[in-house]
């Protein structure tokens, strides 16, 4: 049921129908959601420990873990998100060429009516992992 509801959103936000199927697979939306229920659960440490290495090696893990804390201390809890935008991408800036989705949220806070989410995903394999994360 859940992967009938992520294909509709995405025919329903209009992607280019030039990217491949395989870029927009599933899958990269399950480790996308995923990874932000942990980050709405407080569990910084289980993101961090799933991200792929490139953001491993951006960041510490006591750095990223703190400034998604202080991140979650000012905004305060997501209660509602909404998928806006996946653009795939095969260079990013600062990141080796590969197979990337950006993948947008639109999220309400505790304490911020309208924020952006922005996940970038790198393919590795056969899985996507989680390379960059922001709340704005």
Known sequence: MKRHIIAILILLI?????V???LLSSAAL???ESFVAAIDNGDFLKAYSSASPDLQLLKPEK???DEQSLTFQLLGKPLH???MTV???????????GNYLLVSYQTTTEHKAKAIEVLLLKEK????MVCKYSIR
């Open 14 to 18: 209009g992607i280019s129908t030039t």
């Open 87 to 97: 653009d795939a991408r095969d260079i990013y800036p600062g990141l080796p060429d």
């Open 63 to 65: 750095q990223w873990i």
């Open 125 to 128: 394999g056969e899985e996507w």
């Open 20 to 22: 491949s199927a395989k």
């Open 30 to 32: 399950l480790t996308a």
């Open 81 to 83: 998100r909404r998928l």
